[in-house]
């Protein structure tokens, strides 16, 4: 059964969307962009040249078609925790998970020893994934695929509740990424600091916390009403991820 549910959610990822759809990623590049030192952006300018956190932020979604770049798994975009079991207790995708790909690829970082490419190529998987695993439905919870087998109408429109997390709610806003992070609110002083203490299992476990509410779909016919539920736990997520992943960049390179 175990084995089940690590393979059920693996084959979702081959033919659906990974994570935040753009303008979500968008979003946690472009707060994490205002939360950064001085030093800190100009060590990440001579890694990513001209281009943004924002720009390169989709980076992991768009090579997935690029032989080249069969390095990089699909699996690394979300992982599986039952409900009621911890990181530790599950069994592990043996082609890795969000959290152990986070968690590799921020120690990788923190030693400076990798090449030019290869740092460039961590970074950018860094700034995806800080935001994957904040998307509540990428710390998956059974066989359902991530929400992708929850069959589900969006304004009468057929698709699954995976979708509707990952862009419906977000695009249905009408915002560009720049408008919708100037929509989020500015954490305190003291929040910020404290969210970006916690660990990367920490942010998988806050994930996990939302299942009971983002689940709780009656038929299956949403609309506003969801909306309005759910657009604060949205906006929260986006919020903590850009401020957490400021906060690993600062570590990596703001010293
Ligand atoms: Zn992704």
Not at 21 to 47: D, E, F, Q, W, Y
Not at 109 to 122: A, I, N, P, S, V
Request: aromatic share 10%.
């Amino acid at each position: 059964m175990k084995r089940f549910v690590v393979f059920g959610f693996s084959v979702f990822l081959s033919f659906n969307l990974l994570g935040w759809g753009a303008t979500g990623h968008r979003v946690v590049g472009l707060v994490a962009s205002k939360h950064l030192t001085a030093k800190a952006k100009k060590n990440i300018i001579k890694l990513l040249g001209s281009n943004s956190l924002a720009e390169v932020s989709t980076w992991m979604d768009e090579i997935r078609s690029d032989s080249t770049m069969n390095h990089i798994s699909t699996d690394w975009h979300w992982v599986t925790i039952e409900t009621g079991k911890t990181y530790e207790e599950s069994p592990k995708n043996p082609k890795g998970d969000v959290i152990a790909t986070l968690e590799r690829i921020i120690s990788e970082l923190k030693k400076h020893t990798l090449d030019k490419k290869t740092e460039t190529e961590y970074l950018k998987i860094l700034i995806h994934l800080v935001g994957d695993i904040h998307q509540p439905l990428h710390v998956g919870c059974c066989d359902d695929q991530g929400g992708n087998k929850i069959k589900a109408r969006w304004f009468g429109r057929e698709t699954n509740l995976h979708t509707i997390w990952d862009s419906y709610m977000i695009d249905d806003q009408k915002l560009s990424y720049t408008d919708f992070a100037g929509f989020l609110d500015e954490p305190d002083a003291a929040t910020l600091v404290a969210w970006q203490k916690n660990s990367v299992r920490e942010w998988a476990n806050e994930s996990i916390h939302y299942r009971k509410q983002i689940y709780d779909i009656g038929k299956g016919s949403l609309s506003y009403k969801y909306s309005y539920k759910s657009l604060p736990i949205i906006h929260e997520r986006l919020t903590k991820a850009g401020v957490r992943l400021a906060g690993l960049l600062n570590e990596i390179y703001g010293k």
